[in-house]
């Protein structure tokens, strides 16, 4: 991590800590309207008007605690997650005390109000979003008058504070659409200082790049490694700052790497659907054979990555083809019937979702930008507060860490990829054998018979960790599933030396995955350490380093980080 300029542990850094384990990643397909937010209104509205006693009942009962906390009797205590009430003022002022107290009975009142009202399921988990969005809204932090730690940098600033904090407000008008910006983009320079490990595109077509990276060790595996990343970001999340970089630890393994860069697509590619990202991955998985020599390949998929390299396995074992020797999915969901958390959930109705097709159908591209407000909505407190308090009320820079770099730097999706995903959430192929075709091919997962691992984190919300072990029963009970303590991208950017990391690994063969951990087997540190095990064992034989990138069909031309990787 790069320090901000605030000094050791600053409030910048605290800020990173709590926003890196709600990196954009996978985002959600379908956007918030205002629509959305005057039907949610509607729909409560209405409710209470049929339903008038819950609302007087739970109306009086508010009142009366505002009356204990008036009497010194109420008291509620905070989630100890909650690092919004941190400063020792919410306990030792009587005045802050007692307004923590009313806010904290406000927001239960609503909630509970929410919960005994008679609604749809799906009605009431959009009603409590919406709800959540406006209580987290008001809250006394988010005001320069309530929060005390702003106040007393104010006073400590001279004023200083405030100054700066207006100033940073003008900059994201003018240059972030007017959200609070989370990170400090000046320090990184990609290829310099991030994503600058050595190697070379040695293929490129309209649709990606593919660069391989120069072997470390004299001996390498003779079975390369290809990564198929998300379409939604930048490809180098793993290859950030050299100490938590995967692809530099592969390297120093003697796996040999390739790594496709998608362009960032712009409307005129809004053809290029899941067809032409699989046929893509084919001609990248071609190449790689060919320079490496290697009748096969081990496929790494990270997130819809992990999709895109699936419906590519699939489409292999339907046309009888082997060109997959092992297959890792990292924080990847296939069975579209568990994925995301019940946030995600309450905003996929049938409107939505054809509002979302038919918005990135006229525009030719579903905006990346547009794509991270979304999701900041969904998490509010972490990456929208949590700026507004740092960036405006304390007057400080965002802060300068790579993974924040990384999830700003992000890419449309074409119309009809975008399109195609949404069907995913009503065919669910990888669990219905010839729900998806590839080029007129029908998949069916079952005919996929290769080794594979996949990969989850604990406290990953993104593709919670149990809808993951679904992904490998969808492999077979033979599939090696690692469950780390982490989040979405944390459990990925797990280096060696961390002495805070675990995991758990065993097969995917109890049916569920509570019964899984049951029987899982722990182990302390990096799983990285376990994976290049695993990988060894199945990359074949040793051969030595090639002298030089690609070869004579393939040639290197531009220096990793690519080009691709530059466009906006």
């Known amino acids: 991590m790069m320090k901000s300029t605030q000094g050791e542990m600053s409030d910048a850094d605290a800020v990173a800590a709590v926003a890196a384990s709600n990196t954009l990643a996978m985002n959600p397909l379908v956007s918030l309207r205002s629509e959305d937010f005057f039907e949610a209104a509607q729909t409560l509205f209405r409710a209470t008007i049929r339903q008038p006693r819950i609302a007087a009942e739970q109306w009086w009962s508010f009142v009366g605690e505002l009356g204990k906390i008036a009497s010194g009797v109420a008291f509620r205590v905070t989630d100890p997650a909650d690092k919004r009430f941190s400063d020792p003022a919410w306990k030792s002022s009587s005045y802050h005390k007692a307004l923590l107290q009313s806010y904290l009975a406000w927001g239960h009142a609503v909630g509970e109000f929410i919960e005994r009202l008679e609604m749809g399921e799906q009605e009431k988990a959009r009603a409590k979003l919406f709800s959540q969005i406006f209580v987290d809204a008001l809250a006394p932090t988010n005001a320069l008058i309530f929060n005390p730690t702003a106040l007393k940098k104010l006073v400590d600033s001279g004023g200083e504070s405030l100054w700066l904090g207006f100033k940073n407000y003008v900059g994201d008008l003018a240059k972030n659409g007017g959200m609070p910006s989370q990170v400090d983009t000046t320090p990184f320079e990609l290829g310099k200082n991030i994503a600058a490990t050595p190697g070379a595109v040695v293929f490129r077509n309209e649709i990606f790049e593919l660069v391989q990276y120069r072997p470390t060790t004299p001996d390498v595996w003779q079975q390369p490694l290809v990564i198929t990343p998300p379409q939604i970001n930048k490809y180098y999340s793993l290859d950030l700052s050299p100490e938590k970089s995967m692809v530099q630890f592969l390297l120093r393994e003697g796996i040999q790497v390739f790594c496709i860069s998608w362009r960032n697509p712009t409307p005129e590619h809004r053809h290029w659907g899941f067809n032409s990202y699989v046929q893509a991955v084919d001609v990248a998985v071609d190449a790689a054979r ?223 995955a509570d019964a899984f951990m049951e029987t899982a087997e722990k182990h302390t540190g990096s799983w990285w350490v376990h994976w290049s095990e695993w990988l060894s064992k199945r990359s074949g034989e040793k051969v030595a380093a090639a002298a030089g990138l690609g070869n004579a069909e393939f040639r290197p031309g531009e220096p990793a980080p690519g080009t691709y990787v530059f466009n906006r």
């Open 290 to 512: 060919a320079i490496t020599g290697s009748h096969d390949v081990s496929l790494m998929g990270a997130c819809s990555g992990g999709i895109t390299s699936s419906a590519y396995a699939g489409w292999l074992a339907a046309r009888g083809e082997s060109k997959i020797k092992n297959l890792i999915l990292a924080v990847c969901t296939l069975d579209t019937s568990t994925a995301g958390d019940t946030t995600f959930g309450a905003l996929i109705t049938p409107e939505t979702v054809e509002a979302a097709r038919n918005s990135s159908s006229l525009r030719g591209v579903l905006d990346g930008q547009e794509l991270a407000k979304v999701f900041a909505w969904m998490r509010p407190n972490d990456l929208i507060w949590n700026y507004w308090v740092n960036n405006y009320l304390l007057g400080n820079a965002p802060p300068a860490f790579d993974i924040l770099f990384w999830n700003s730097d992000t890419t449309s999706l074409p119309a009809k990829l975008h399109s195609d995903y949404l069907d995913l959430i009503y065919t669910n192929p990888f669990r219905n054998a010839g729900g998806l075709s590839i080029c007129g091919t029908p998949i069916d997962m079952r005919r996929v018979e290769i080794d594979s691992y996949v990969v989850a984190g604990v406290t990953d919300h993104i593709t919670p960790w149990k809808s993951v072990y679904q992904t490998a029963q969808i492999l077979g009970d033979d599939t090696t599933f690692i469950l780390s303590n982490a989040g979405h991208l944390q459990s990925l950017l797990n280096p060696p030396g961390n002495t805070k990391a675990t995991f758990v690994t065993g097969m995917a063969s109890q049916p569920h």
